[in-house]
């Protein structure tokens, strides 16, 4: 996301009738999606959660959010 791709701004990309802007709005929502589900991991699991219990919230399997999860914490030290 840029500076100016505010979630705001890019609800209004995504209907706009030139591809590359709404391709561009479609990719910085990705990167906002992709941050907020590692945000609320980091914090469900500092709290105690469990990776099923983050999993059934996030309507995935445990051993998919493990698999996209585990190692990164494991590398900045969150996970043991």
């Given amino acids: 996301m840029t500076?100016?791709?505010?979630p705001?701004?890019?609800a209004g990309r995504v209907t706009d009738?030139?591809?590359a802007v709404g391709l561009h709005a479609v990719v910085s929502l990705r990167r906002l999606l992709e941050e907020l589900e590692r945000l609320h991991v980091d914090n469900a699991r500092e709290q105690g959660w469990t990776w099923q219990r983050v999993a059934d919230a996030?309507?995935?399997s445990r051993q998919s959010?493990?698999?996209k999860h585990a190692g990164?914490?494991?590398a900045m030290g969150r996970e043991s």
Avoid: M
Wanted: charged share 40%.
């Fill in 3 to 6: 500076g100016r791709d505010t």
């Fill in 8 to 10: 705001a701004s890019l």
């Fill in 17 to 19: 009738k030139d591809p």
């Fill in 65 to 67: 959010v493990h698999e």
């Fill in 72 to 74: 990164r914490r494991r």
């Fill in 58 to 60: 996030l309507q995935i």
